[in-house]
C-alpha cells in the first residue's frame, strides 16, 4: 500500500471579479493529477509559484476537499476520514507565519502536544528530543517573537514531528531562510527518511530536491509534466546543451525572438548582481550561439559560455512547455 | 480527561498571549474606566444612590461584554493573521474544543474589566458597594463569564467560515448593552423586545450579578444564565463540522 496516492485530484476555486456586475469565475489550480509515494519515500513536488503545490499538499493534509478525483494517505481517505488522516501526519510550511509568537518556544510546542494528544507524561520527553533534534535547545523559553526565520522554522519542523507522524508533509520548508538556515532544516529533512518517515516535500528550489528526494514529479499550472527520479529528469535533456550569455538589460522583444529559434527548447533570463543571464536550452547538434546574438543587437553582451544540462535547466524546460 | 486537560492548558496560554499583547492590555485597562466613567456621570444625575449601584454593576458588565464581543471574533482574525488557524484545523482534537478556551481566555479578562469598573466607582466617584451575598456574587460573575464564553464560542464558530464576520462582534456589542438591561430595566423597552433579551444569557447573567448584591434571590437567574451558555456551547459544538467544512469547501481557511 502506497503511503500517499492521489488519483486524478482536482481542486476548482471561485472568484469573482467586477465590484458592481460581479461575475463569478472558476479557476483550476489542479487539474487532475495522479501520483503515489511509497513508505520511506522522500518524495518532491517540484514546479513554480501558483503551480498548483501548496494545493494539492492542502487536500492531502484535508484543508481542502478535492473538487474531483480521490487522495489517500496511509490508506485512509482524506475527506471520509479526515480525522484520522490527521492524527497520523505532520505538517510544516515555510514563512515566519504559524508561530504563536507571544509564547515561548516551548509554550508553542506544548499547546501543540496538546492538540495532538500526545500523553502528559510523554511531553516533556518528547519537546527536549525535538529541541534538541531542530537545535533549539537553551532558546526554548523566550519568546517566538524574538526568534531568527531560522529558528521560527525549524520550530516548526519540531511542532510537526511532536506526535511522531508516519507522514510529513513540508511545504516549502526553506522558503526565505538564509543559506545556513537552510542548509540546517535541509539536514533535518535528510534524517526524517533515515528515521523511516515517508515525507512529501514541495519546493521551487532544484538543488533542494535533486539532493533530498528520491522521486520528484514536476508540476505545472495544476499538471504533472515529468516524474521520475532526478537523474531520469536530467536524462531527458540532456540531449541538448545550454548557452548562457551575460547581458546587461535585455528587452522582452529579444527574449521572444530568441524563443522563436528554430531548435531553441527553452529559455529563461536569471538576474546575477548588476547583470542578466540568458539562459537558452538548445536541441542536440544544434549550433545557435551565433544566431541568439544575432538576436540581442542593443544590448550589452558579457561572457558567453556553452554547458551540459543540469536538473534546473531540465525543470525550466518542463515548465515552459 | 485528555479533553479537560487540553481546555485547561488552551485556556492558560491563551490567557497568557492575551496579558501579553501590550495594545490587548492597554485596551483592556483603559476601556472600562470609560464605560464606567460616562455610567456614572448620567446616573450621578439623576441624585438616587441606588440608581448609581445599579449603574455601577451595568457599567461593569459592560466592559466584560466588551471584552468578549469585540475580541471573540478578532481572535479568529489573529489566529488567521497568524497563520495559526490551518495549523488548528489540521490537528485531530474537534475544533470546538481548540475554540472553546480562546473565547473563555477573553471571558476570563473580562473578570478584571469587572473589578476596575467597581473600583473606579468607589474612589473616584464614592459608590460605596456593599455585598449582600458574597459567595453568591462571586458564583454570579463566574457564571457570567462561563456564558460569555459560550457567547463568544458561538460567535467564534461562524467567523472561521466567514472571514468578515469579526464586524458583527462589534456590531453586537452596544445593542447587548440595552437589550440585557446593563443600564437601565427592561422594563423600560418595548414589549416586543423582552423574548430577545431573555433569549440572551448576559441579561441572566446581569440581574443574577446585581440581585446577589444587592440581597435578592440570584439562583434562578444564575440557572437560566448558565443553561442559555450552556445551550450556546452545545449549538456551537453541533455547528462546528458544518462550517468547518464549508470552509474547506471554498477554500476560506487560509485567507486572511
Same mark, same amino acid.
Given at each position: 500500500?502506497?503511503?500517499?496516492?492521489?488519483?486524478?485530484?482536482?481542486?476548482?476555486?471561485?472568484?469573482?471579479?467586477?465590484?458592481?456586475?460581479?461575475?463569478?469565475?472558476?479557476?483550476?489550480?489542479?487539474? /487532475?493529477?495522479?501520483?503515489?509515494?511509497?513508505?520511506?519515500?522522500?518524495?518532491?513536488?517540484?514546479?513554480?509559484?501558483?503551480?498548483?503545490?501548496?494545493?494539492?499538499?492542502?487536500?492531502?493534509?484535508?484543508?481542502?476537499?478535492?473538487?474531483?478525483?480521490?487522495?489517500?494517505?496511509?490508506?485512509?481517505?482524506?475527506?471520509?476520514?479526515?480525522?484520522?488522516?490527521?492524527?497520523?501526519?505532520?505538517?510544516?510550511?515555510?514563512?515566519?507565519?504559524?508561530?504563536?509568537?507571544?509564547?515561548? /518556544?516551548? !509554550?508553542?510546542?506544548?499547546?501543540?502536544?496538546?492538540?495532538?494528544?500526545?500523553?502528559?507524561?510523554?511531553?516533556?520527553?518528547?519537546?527536549?528530543?525535538?529541541?534538541?533534534?531542530?537545535?533549539?535547545?537553551?532558546?526554548?523559553?523566550?519568546?517566538?517573537?524574538?526568534?531568527?526565520?531560522?529558528?521560527?522554522?525549524?520550530?516548526?519542523?519540531?511542532?510537526?514531528?511532536?506526535?511522531?507522524?508516519?507522514?510529513?508533509?513540508?511545504?516549502?520548508?526553506? @522558503?526565505?531562510?538564509?543559506?545556513?538556515?537552510?542548509?540546517?532544516?535541509?539536514?533535518?529533512?535528510?534524517?526524517?527518511?533515515?528515521?523511516?518517515?515517508?515525507?512529501?516535500?514541495?519546493?521551487?528550489?532544484?538543488?533542494?530536491?535533486?539532493?533530498?528526494? !528520491?522521486?520528484?514529479?514536476?508540476?505545472?499550472?495544476?499538471?504533472?509534466?515529468?516524474?521520475?527520479?532526478?537523474? !531520469?529528469?536530467?536524462? /531527458?535533456?540532456?540531449?541538448?546543451?545550454?548557452?548562457?550569455?551575460?547581458?546587461?538589460?535585455?528587452?522582452?522583444?529579444?527574449?521572444?525572438?530568441?524563443?522563436?529559434?528554430?531548435?531553441?527548447?527553452?529559455?529563461?533570463?536569471?538576474?546575477?548582481?548588476?547583470?542578466?543571464?540568458?539562459?537558452?536550452?538548445?536541441?542536440?547538434?544544434?549550433?545557435?550561439?551565433?544566431?541568439?546574438?544575432?538576436?540581442?543587437?542593443?544590448?550589452?553582451?558579457?561572457?558567453?559560455?556553452?554547458?551540459?544540462?543540469?536538473?534546473?535547466?531540465?525543470?525550466?524546460?518542463?515548465?515552459?512547455? | 480527561?485528555?479533553?479537560?486537560?487540553?481546555?485547561?492548558?488552551?485556556?492558560?496560554?491563551?490567557?497568557?498571549?492575551?496579558?501579553?499583547?501590550?495594545?490587548?492590555?492597554?485596551?483592556?485597562?483603559?476601556?472600562?474606566?470609560?464605560?464606567?466613567?460616562?455610567?456614572?456621570?448620567?446616573?450621578?444625575?439623576?441624585?438616587?444612590?441606588?440608581?448609581?449601584?445599579?449603574?455601577?454593576?451595568?457599567?461593569?458588565? @459592560?466592559?466584560?461584554?466588551?471584552?468578549?464581543?469585540?475580541?471573540?471574533?478578532?481572535?479568529?482574525?489573529?489566529?488567521?493573521?497568524?497563520?495559526?488557524?490551518?495549523?488548528?484545523?489540521?490537528?485531530?482534537?474537534?475544533?470546538?474544543?481548540?475554540?472553546?478556551?480562546?473565547?473563555?481566555?477573553?471571558?476570563?479578562?473580562?473578570?478584571?474589566?469587572?473589578?476596575?469598573?467597581?473600583?473606579?466607582?468607589?474612589?473616584?466617584?464614592?459608590?460605596?458597594?456593599?455585598?449582600?451575598?458574597?459567595?453568591?456574587?462571586?458564583?454570579?460573575?463566574?457564571?457570567?463569564?462561563?456564558?460569555?464564553?459560550?457567547?463568544?464560542?458561538?460567535?467564534?464558530?461562524?467567523?472561521?467560515?466567514?472571514?468578515?464576520?469579526?464586524?458583527?462582534?462589534?456590531?453586537?456589542?452596544?445593542?447587548?448593552?440595552?437589550?440585557?438591561?446593563?443600564?437601565?430595566?427592561?422594563?423600560?423597552?418595548?414589549?416586543?423586545?423582552?423574548?430577545?433579551?431573555?433569549?440572551?444569557?448576559?441579561?441572566?447573567?446581569?440581574?443574577?450579578?446585581?440581585?446577589?448584591?444587592? /440581597?435578592?434571590?440570584?439562583?434562578?437567574?444564575?440557572?437560566?444564565?448558565?443553561?442559555?451558555?450552556?445551550?450556546?456551547?452545545?449549538?456551537?459544538?453541533?455547528?462546528?463540522?458544518?462550517?468547518?467544512?464549508?470552509?474547506?469547501?471554498?477554500?476560506?481557511?487560509?485567507?486572511?
Amino acid at each position: 500500500m502506497a503511503a500517499i496516492e492521489a488519483a486524478d485530484l482536482r481542486r476548482t476555486y471561485k472568484t469573482h471579479t467586477g465590484t458592481f456586475r460581479r461575475r463569478a469565475k472558476e479557476i483550476e489550480a489542479v487539474r /487532475g493529477i495522479s501520483f503515489a509515494v511509497e513508505p520511506g519515500e522522500l518524495f518532491g513536488l517540484l514546479g513554480p509559484n501558483g503551480a498548483g503545490k501548496t494545493t494539492t499538499i492542502k487536500m492531502l493534509i484535508t484543508l481542502l476537499i478535492p473538487t474531483g478525483g480521490s487522495a489517500r494517505v496511509l490508506g485512509l481517505d482524506v475527506v471520509r476520514q479526515a480525522r484520522e488522516v490527521r492524527k497520523r501526519i505532520g505538517y510544516v510550511f515555510g514563512g515566519e507565519r504559524g508561530v504563536y509568537e507571544r509564547l515561548s /518556544g516551548y !509554550d508553542n510546542l506544548r499547546y501543540f502536544a496538546e492538540l495532538y494528544g500526545v500523553p502528559a507524561r510523554e511531553q516533556k520527553r518528547r519537546i527536549e528530543e525535538l529541541l534538541e533534534l531542530v537545535g533549539l535547545k537553551g532558546r526554548e523559553h523566550e519568546r517566538a517573537e524574538g526568534y531568527s526565520r531560522g529558528m521560527k522554522q525549524r520550530l516548526h519542523v519540531a511542532r510537526g514531528l511532536l506526535h511522531d507522524p508516519e507522514v510529513l508533509f513540508l511545504d516549502e520548508p526553506t @522558503m526565505g531562510l538564509d543559506p545556513v538556515g537552510a542548509r540546517e532544516v535541509r539536514a533535518t529533512i535528510a534524517s526524517l527518511t533515515e528515521a523511516g518517515k515517508t515525507v512529501l516535500l514541495t519546493t521551487h528550489y532544484m538543488f533542494e530536491a535533486d539532493a533530498l528526494c !528520491d522521486r520528484i514529479a514536476v508540476i505545472s499550472k495544476g499538471s504533472i509534466v515529468a516524474e521520475g527520479t532526478p537523474l !531520469d529528469l536530467k536524462r /531527458g535533456v540532456a540531449q541538448g546543451s545550454v548557452v548562457e550569455v551575460e547581458v546587461f538589460g535585455v528587452a522582452d522583444e529579444a527574449l521572444e525572438r530568441v524563443r522563436a529559434l528554430g531548435g531553441v527548447v527553452a529559455v529563461a533570463v536569471e538576474e546575477r548582481e548588476q547583470a542578466q543571464v540568458l539562459v537558452v536550452q538548445t536541441e542536440p547538434d544544434v549550433e545557435l550561439t551565433q544566431a541568439i546574438l544575432g538576436h540581442l543587437n542593443g544590448s550589452d553582451v558579457g561572457r558567453i559560455s556553452r554547458r551540459e544540462p543540469t536538473l534546473e535547466d531540465a525543470y525550466v524546460a518542463l515548465v515552459s512547455e | 480527561m485528555s479533553s479537560l486537560r487540553l481546555l485547561a492548558v488552551s485556556w492558560w496560554l491563551q490567557f497568557k498571549m492575551i496579558m501579553r499583547s501590550p495594545f490587548d492590555g492597554f485596551g483592556n485597562v483603559i476601556y472600562p474606566l470609560f464605560f464606567a466613567t460616562t455610567a456614572f456621570f448620567v446616573f450621578r444625575a439623576g441624585d438616587s444612590p441606588r440608581t448609581l449601584i445599579y449603574a455601577s454593576f451595568g457599567a461593569a458588565v @459592560m466592559g466584560m461584554w466588551s471584552s468578549v464581543s469585540t475580541s471573540a471574533g478578532s481572535a479568529m482574525q489573529r489566529e488567521r493573521w497568524w497563520g495559526t488557524l490551518e495549523l488548528l484545523v489540521t490537528t485531530p482534537r474537534h475544533f470546538s474544543l481548540i475554540l472553546l478556551p480562546t473565547t473563555l481566555g477573553l471571558a476570563t479578562v473580562g473578570i478584571y474589566n469587572l473589578a476596575a469598573t467597581l473600583l473606579w466607582g468607589r474612589f473616584l466617584f464614592g459608590v460605596h458597594l456593599t455585598i449582600a451575598h458574597p459567595l453568591l456574587f462571586a458564583l454570579a460573575i463566574l457564571g457570567t463569564v462561563l456564558s460569555f464564553a459560550g457567547l463568544g464560542f458561538l460567535f467564534a464558530v461562524s467567523f472561521v467560515r466567514f472571514r468578515a464576520a469579526w464586524v458583527l462582534g462589534n456590531f453586537f456589542e452596544y445593542p447587548v448593552w440595552l437589550i440585557c438591561g446593563f443600564l437601565v430595566p427592561l422594563s423600560f423597552l418595548p414589549d416586543w423586545v423582552h423574548p430577545i433579551s431573555w433569549a440572551l444569557a448576559p441579561t441572566w447573567g446581569m440581574s443574577a450579578i446585581r440581585e446577589s448584591a444587592l /440581597g435578592g434571590s440570584p439562583l434562578p437567574d444564575l440557572g437560566a444564565c448558565l443553561g442559555l451558555g450552556l445551550g450556546y456551547i452545545v449549538i456551537g459544538v453541533l455547528v462546528t463540522d458544518r462550517v468547518l467544512r464549508a470552509a474547506r469547501v471554498s477554500g476560506s481557511l487560509s485567507l486572511t
